[in-house]
């Protein structure tokens, strides 16, 4: 099945968008249903490192892990989902569309097994396709918002 792709240009530098996007910690601030995140140590990243993220998913909050599976600062960064029936792939890319303007591109694929063999064709392919588009709106007004602040 084909990955659910969102793409948004940001008035932003590639480094600044790079490093808001893969920072767990502000996923809060600009993808639905995420509550808290973050990486299971600190220090610098690399294949391998983990990433928990809580996400409200009916009603409850649950922790999904991922795993680092490549970073290459500030272009390209990808996780994949460890827990549960359905593993999600994340691909990010930035890239420079000037000094201060970049392109992001998220891409976002779902591994099924067991019950996420239905789920994924019925919910989760149709709720990231609706959801994508806002996601990378939030993160474009709230690297373009924090510009305005910064008077940079």
């Known amino acids: 099945m084909s990955p659910v ?3 948004v240009d940001v008035d932003r530098p ?4 790079f490093a808001y996007a893969t920072d767990p910690t ?3 601030e600009w993808q639905a249903g995420v ?5 299971d140590h600190a220090g610098a990243l690399r294949s391998g ?3 928990v993220t809580t996400r409200r998913i009916g009603g409850a909050e649950r922790p999904v892990t991922s795993e680092l599976t ?3 600062p500030p272009t390209t960064w990808g996780v994949h ?4 029936p359905i593993g999600a792939t994340v691909d990010l890319a930035v890239a420079p569309l000037t000094e201060t303007r970049s392109r992001l591109t998220i891409a976002v694929g779902f591994e099924r097994h067991g019950i996420g063999k239905v789920l994924v064709p019925l919910l989760l392919r149709r709720q990231g396709q609706k959801e994508m588009p806002t996601n990378v709106a939030n993160l474009k007004r709230h690297l373009e918002s924090q510009q305005q602040r910064s008077g940079a």
């Open 81 to 84: 989902g460890l827990d549960g």
């Open 5 to 7: 792709i969102a793409t």
């Open 26 to 28: 502000r996923f809060p």
């Open 35 to 39: 509550v808290d995140g973050h990486m």
């Open 14 to 17: 590639a480094a600044e968008v």
């Open 70 to 72: 490549h970073i290459d």
């Open 49 to 51: 490192t983990k990433c």
